[in-house]
């Protein structure tokens, strides 16, 4: 990787097993890729979408870099365990090609430690072996990459469905993308400025007003859009009426409703008592129901989670 951030700060991420690809991309095997092998219980994906957790790849091309640091967020940000780096001063940029073959060799590095292991599901194993989609959402903001719509594009062409995870405040990126993704989430943590500039930590100009110009281009989307509200206790659950006006504007296919985990490079911003119960995230869910004419049609207690849309039944994306 070009040296942008300190070496301590690489060393770190090597040890929280992020697979470095090269210059600016990582991938990481998530709990649910072992879960799904180890002890057959995948990811709410796969029981929302149809994705197939052990043919997942989750993974991120801009990994040091992003025009927020919000609070709830599990990656290491400038300033964490006294390392600096400048976020917004952006690397020299891979292929698209580069990144999607070093990734698919990355989860396959990820995978091969479970051929051995006796309490691995192996016909899983080989299917694994075979990724089918792919979670561009691990770390950073994939829209600062300048060829996201290439990449995405690229793994198409390889037989991967696609997830992009945005924060939207690069709108005119997503409106010039040479490709969709077949799923599209915007990360909508706050339903006004002040909430947003509290919990999001802007590093950008006008970003509040560039979160609103990407939800008002999501009903120009043709593939399913997403608006997430990683939900944290006590900073932005109260508001349901400007979430509302949110959620009208965008006008998007699903509203997934998710609670803070308190994991990773967050645990030292937020406490554990910024994690709402899933109880919780149910309540905050069926007021916004309400308040939309949105269904509520599936939750995860485990990732403490509720799926809203507009119908009665999401679109899946599995693979038989």
Request: charged content about 25%; some cysteine; hydrophobic content about 35%.
């Amino acid at each position: 990787m070009e040296e942008l951030a300190p070496s301590s700060l690489t060393r770190a991420l090597v040890r929280q097993k992020y697979h470095f690809v090269g210059r600016h991309s990582a991938v990481k095997g998530c709990r649910w890729l072992h879960e799904t092998l180890i002890h057959d219980r995948p990811c709410y994906k796969q029981k929302f979408y149809g994705i197939k957790t052990h043919q997942c790849i989750q993974m991120t091309p801009t990994l040091l870099y992003c025009t927020q640091q919000c609070l709830f967020c599990w990656r290491a940000q400038s300033g964490d365990l006294k390392m600096t780096w400048d976020e917004m001063k952006l690397p020299t940029w891979d292929s698209p090609e580069k990144i999607v073959e070093g990734s698919i060799k990355a989860q396959l590095r990820i995978l091969s430690g479970y051929k051995g292991n006796p309490k691995t599901d192996q016909q899983k194993f080989k299917e694994a072996l075979t990724p089918r989609h792919v979670a561009i959402s691990l770390t950073g903001e994939p829209t600062l990459y300048n060829y996201i719509g290439e990449l995405i594009q690229t793994f198409h062409k390889r037989g991967l469905t696609t997830f992009l995870v945005s924060n939207g405040t690069m709108p005119t990126v997503l409106a010039k993308m040479s490709e969709e993704p077949t799923q599209l989430y915007i990360s909508a943590c706050a339903s006004n400025e002040e909430t947003f500039k509290h919990i999001c930590r802007p590093q950008i100009s006008k970003a509040w007003r560039r979160l609103v110009e990407t939800l008002e281009l999501l009903p120009s989307f043709k593939c399913p859009t997403v608006i997430r509200i990683t939900s944290v206790r006590g900073l932005n659950m109260n508001d349901v009426t400007g979430y509302t006006k949110l959620i009208k504007k965008a006008n998007p296919t699903y509203v997934e409703p998710k609670a803070y985990m308190h994991v990773g490079f967050s645990r030292l911003r937020l406490g554990y008592a910024s994690t709402p119960s899933h109880q919780e995230i149910r309540e905050f869910a069926e007021k916004i129901a309400t308040a939309t004419s949105y269904n509520i049609v599936d939750e995860s207690r485990e990732s403490r989670v509720v799926l809203l849309s507009k119908h009665k039944k999401p679109i899946r994306f599995g693979y038989g």
